[in-house]
């Protein structure tokens, strides 16, 4: 999300807000961190997960939903940023070390880009 607001000035909620359900369906493939977002779920959005379960795709559509609900952007592009931008932010991404090394699971370069490029049309 930092290379989201530093580069383009979106603000850093709204950032977030447009990365998080792609970083929990990633971090989710972590056997761990897919346990914690599982318990989370009907905690965050009950609703959701006595229709669909508690599984971390449905926790990540619970905040798409939210930011729908909301009638923020929720995709890259809403907010102008282009494919040919995607290389930037991976690689200034992949240069926050104190926040890379709290993910339970390991973001490469290309991880990054693919996090941006399904954010980007979402």
């Known amino acids: 999300a930092y290379p989201i607001g530093s580069h383009f000035h979106v603000p850093h909620g709204l950032s ?7 970083v929990l369906r990633f971090t989710g493939e972590n056997p ?3 346990n ?15 229709l669909r379960g508690n ?4 926790l990540a559509d ?3 939903q939210l930011a729908k609900d909301l009638a923020i ?12 931008d995607l290389e930037l932010l991976s690689t200034e991404a ?6 890379l090394q709290n993910n339970m699971r390991e973001v490469t ?4 880009f693919d996090l941006y490029s399904a954010a980007l049309k979402n």
Do not use: W
């Open 32 to 34: 761990a961190a897919g």
């Open 109 to 112: 370069l290309q991880d990054a």
């Open 55 to 58: 599984g971390v795709s449905v």
């Open 36 to 50: 914690l977002y599982r318990d989370l779920t009907p905690i965050i959005f009950p609703a959701l997960a006595s």
């Open 73 to 84: 952007p929720t995709c890259l592009e809403d907010v102008g940023i282009k494919e040919k």
């Open 62 to 64: 619970g905040y798409t």
């Open 94 to 99: 992949s240069k926050i070390d104190r926040l």
């Open 16 to 22: 977030n807000s447009l990365m998080l359900p792609h």
